[in-house]
T-cell receptor, first 120, second 111 residues
């Protein structure tokens, strides 16, 4: 299978602090990694798409200076929530895209277990 | 028109029955189709992917794709209480595009 890990699983922090979340693909090299946010009882919202070695592409309405994404390698992407505020409290989920060589260039996305951020 | 539409449910089926989940999409350029299962408070888990018209079976799960009708479905045979979750339909434009999710269908399997 394709395993994606996230660390930490849960963070509680004070308003104004920065929080770093790591996403790793453990048993495959990810062509692309994605960051999502999900508020309670709502749909997944794509925040940004990142490729190794290049700048992330942010979705409309997502502040790139607040949500810093670094994609250091084909197996690691990090999301830093800078100067977090209570409204940033949410469930942050990363996913990693794996190419299915047997099917040409089709990809499948596998999700990490998520990070629950609570900003006091 | 929403890009990916699903009935929000809840869909309630008795244990052992077949659960049928449906999804329609608006972009005819969509090429990859996925079903994810999401338990409450957890992240989505990929359970089926389908790329060509027809049926694809994996254990108790069968995905059906009809590109002409822009319709994809998921059948769960012999439904179990542990199948109770929200099922997300997702499509990508092209073979490598971002996932476009439906809002999900909540399935409840009653013992």
């Amino acid at each position: 299978g394709a395993v994606v890990s996230q660390h930490p699983s849960r963070v509680i922090c004070k308003s104004g602090t920065s929080v770093k979340i790591e996403c790793r693909s453990l048993d495959f090299q990810a062509t692309t990694m994605f960051w999502y946010r999900q508020f309670p009882k709502q749909s997944l919202m794509l925040m940004a798409t990142s490729n190794e070695g290049s700048k992330a592409t942010y979705e409309q309405g997502v502040e790139k200076d607040k949500f810093l994404i670094n994609h250091a390698s084909l197996t690691l992407s990090t999301l830093t929530v800078t100067s977090a505020h209570p409204e940033d409290s949410s469930f942050y989920i990363c996913s990693a895209s794996r190419t299915l060589a047997a099917l040409g260039d089709y990809n499948e996305q596998f999700f990490g277990p998520g990070t629950r951020l609570t900003v006091l | 028109q929403k890009e990916v539409e699903q009935n929000s449910g809840p869909l309630s089926v008795p244990e052992g029955a077949i659960a049928s989940l449906n999804c329609t999409y608006s972009d005819r350029g969509s090429q990859s189709f996925f079903w994810y299962r999401q338990y409450s408070g957890k992240s989505p888990e990929l359970i089926m992917s389908i790329y060509s018209n027809g049926d694809k079976e994996d254990g108790r799960f069968t995905a059906q794709l009809n590109k002409a009708s822009q319709y994809v479905s998921l059948l769960i045979r012999d439904s179990q209480p542990s199948d109770s979750a929200t099922y997300l339909c997702a499509v990508t434009r092209g073979s490598q595009g971002n996932l476009i999710f439906g809002k999900g269908t909540k399935l409840s399997v009653k013992p």
